[in-house]
């Protein structure tokens, strides 16, 4: 099966942004005067692919609104300068996503951090003219992997596309099982920050050791 568009996942993905997130969670949980977890237990949550409030409210259930909204807003002040020390591109992004787009392939951000971190992630690395479009957490919206993600939010972008044409590209459970629930194909970076129990168990169409395995999957010339 040949495929023409690319929605791609961020972090983990085309970015190595673990170690800007974890920093910037332990300061949002000490800022809430909650305990941080461990880096392991942070780290597993994360191989999750979900979004802050959802890993906010699983290590603190009981929670009310104001406390989860002051944990996010924690987080978000302190993001974009750990982003911009810390978090780098995998290896050879940019000449992959040069031969997809010589190739004619249509090219996507799908991932659930927030918009505006994304955003200003790209524009960094001078990632923007790549991609159709850059869709991101944003409030009311829905996230991967729910279904309506699709015909919300990718739909905008490619209204005529068959399914056929896509294949989701990601490294966490929530990239996978969006594309299983759609029935979209699947590439599961492997290098990212998922578990590979978890999801291999999503069956992906295809896996991926490094960015280079984009270039892999049967395109329409």
Known sequence: MQRDIFLLDYDGTLAETRPAILSCLSLAFEAVQEP?????????????GGTLATLFQAFVPQSDLAKAQA????YRARYLEEDERKTVLFDDVV??????????????????????????????????????????????????PDI??????????????????????????ADLLFARRVGLASCWARYGHGRAEQCLEQKPDYVMDDVRGLLDIPTVL
């Open 95 to 144: 000449p992959v996503l040069e031969a997809l787009k010589a190739k004619k392939v249509h090219l996507a951000i799908l991932s659930n951090k927030h918009a505006p971190t994304v955003l200003a992630s790209i524009k960094r690395f001078q990632l923007g003219h790549f991609f159709d479009g850059v869709i991101g957490s944003e409030a009311g919206q829905p996230v991967k």
């Open 148 to 173: 309506r993600v699709m015909e919300e939010r990718v739909r905008l972008l490619y209204p005529e596309a068959a399914l056929k044409q896509f294949v989701m590209v990601g490294d966490t459970t």
């Open 71 to 74: 944990f996010e807003r924690a």
């Open 36 to 48: 941080s977890p461990s880096a392991e237990a942070l780290k597993e949550q994360l191989s999750r």
